[in-house]
């Protein structure tokens, strides 16, 4: 774990909520698709994974201040299942460093 880590909920129905940006990837919302090419269900996507660590980066570490994040890095190690709880461990790093 990092110096910091937190925990956030992923909704049931997140990877529905990002139809509504224009994805249209049946993995992200057709269950027998999703079956098919050896998932247990929908997956949530790449983009919502990663914006849920840069909300706990924000909320843990930058005052909660969107502007106090400058750069962000993560490794998607697994998929994520819409519902699941992600564990997000935080480096700080110093603007010298």
């Given at each position: 774990p990092g110096e910091v880590t937190?925990?956030?909920k992923t909704l049931d129905i997140q990877a529905q909520l990002y139809?509504?940006?224009g994805d249209y990837n049946a993995?992200?919302?057709d269950p027998a698709f999703a079956k098919k090419v050896g998932f247990p269900r929908p997956v949530l996507h790449g983009l919502a994974t990663l914006g849920f660590a840069?909300?706990?980066?924000v909320r843990a570490v930058g005052g909660?201040?969107?502007?106090?994040?400058r750069s962000i890095g993560g490794r998607f190690?697994?998929?994520v299942l819409?519902?699941?709880t992600l564990l997000v461990s935080i480096w700080p790093v110093s603007e010298a460093g």
């Amino acid at each position: 774990p990092g110096e910091v880590t937190v925990e956030l909920k992923t909704l049931d129905i997140q990877a529905q909520l990002y139809r509504l940006s224009g994805d249209y990837n049946a993995l992200h919302i057709d269950p027998a698709f999703a079956k098919k090419v050896g998932f247990p269900r929908p997956v949530l996507h790449g983009l919502a994974t990663l914006g849920f660590a840069a909300r706990a980066v924000v909320r843990a570490v930058g005052g909660n201040q969107a502007l106090a994040l400058r750069s962000i890095g993560g490794r998607f190690a697994a998929p994520v299942l819409p519902g699941d709880t992600l564990l997000v461990s935080i480096w700080p790093v110093s603007e010298a460093g």
